[in-house]
């Protein structure tokens, strides 16, 4: 189904962990197996059944691990949401510093959250921890690729959900 309006995009300071919506976006590494920050937070939180799925889709459709830029869909386990959307950003830390695949990877999140049928995502702030982005450079390639994003007419809610003052202050001033 198609709404009739694109959504307004949304930022909100919290944890998205334990955002109501359909599918939330992981900011996932390339070995899809776990990790620190909201990685890691969405696995404590959803529980062992979504690392068993991340291990199937590993033996499976990526046996080199989900390529930086991609995005794929599990269940979410005990998370009050339907999926987890998994991402890689590129790790500025370790040279990936274009930000096509930083759009990349907030386009191809979006494509996958609504070829399973998702109409409410929530985004966090993708590359900009562990992974050594700016966070205004995130927020600008985020709300310009998602706002741009002709798939946003199947959809009723689009959230950006940051951890903490700066980061939000990020997302709110582009959007
Ligand atoms: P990356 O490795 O892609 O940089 P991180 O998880 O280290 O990913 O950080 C991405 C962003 O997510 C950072 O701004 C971090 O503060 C934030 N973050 C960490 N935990 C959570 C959470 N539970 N909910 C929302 N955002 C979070």
Redesign the pocket.
Known sequence: MTASQPPPLEAVAG???TQRVDAVVN?ANTSLLGG????G?IHRAAGPSLLAECQELRRTRYPAGLPVGEAVATGAGDLPCRWVIHTV?PNRRAGQTDPAMLASCFESSLREAVRVGARSVAF????????GWD?EEVARMAVDTVGGSDLLDHLSTVRF????RE?LAAFESRL
Do not use: E, H, M, N
Not at 36 to 39: E, I, L, P, T
Not at 124 to 131: C, F, K, M, Q, R
């Open positions: 944890d998205i962990t900011a620190g920050g909201v990685d937070a950003g966090p702030a993708i590359s900009a921890g562990i992974y966070i959900v940051l951890f903490g980061a």
